[in-house]
Nanobody
Framework: QVKLVESGGDSVPPGGSLTLSCVAT??????????VGWFRQTPGSELEGVAA????????DVPLSLMDRFTVVEDVARNTILLQMNRLQPEDSGVYYC?????????????????????WGQGTQVTVSS
């Protein structure tokens, strides 16, 4: 089983930046940590996949609507997946989760589908407000 812990959520003004961290541990020797997805739950909306990464390869997937503001990277030394968010807007407010244990079929956008992950962290709150 993979344990995921998110951190870095905060309250920032519009136009600000935040970097969220996700540490995934456990399931050593399995492929359960190969793919990590970032999702967010914003008020009144469905859980949305905002980024994903294939660890060790640097392959990332960010939806076109967020590509100019969100970046996902792996900090190998710290065993951490980072979600870097720039030019934040109030509509980016919500709880951000990371997920692992990919069980879906790989394909375009598959790593940003919530049903394709087994393990989830507790989430970290991001608030964008003036």
């Amino acid at each position: 089983q993979v344990k995921l812990v998110e951190s870095g959520g905060d309250s920032v003004p519009p136009g600000g930046s935040l970097t969220l961290s996700c540490v995934a541990t456990g399931a050593t020797g399995t492929r359960d940590r190969d793919y990590v997805g970032w999702f967010r739950q914003t008020p009144g909306s469905e859980l949305e996949g905002v980024a994903a990464i294939r660890r060790g390869f640097g392959s990332t997937d960010v939806p076109l609507s967020l590509m100019d503001r969100f970046t996902v990277v792996e900090d190998v030394a710290r065993n951490t997946i980072l979600l870097q968010m720039n030019r934040l807007q109030p509509e980016d407010s919500g709880v951000y989760y990371c997920a692992a244990g990919f069980i879906g079929t790989l394909g375009p956008g598959a790593c940003r589908v919530r049903e394709n992950y087994l393990y989830w962290g507790q989430g970290t709150q991001v608030t964008v407000s003036s």
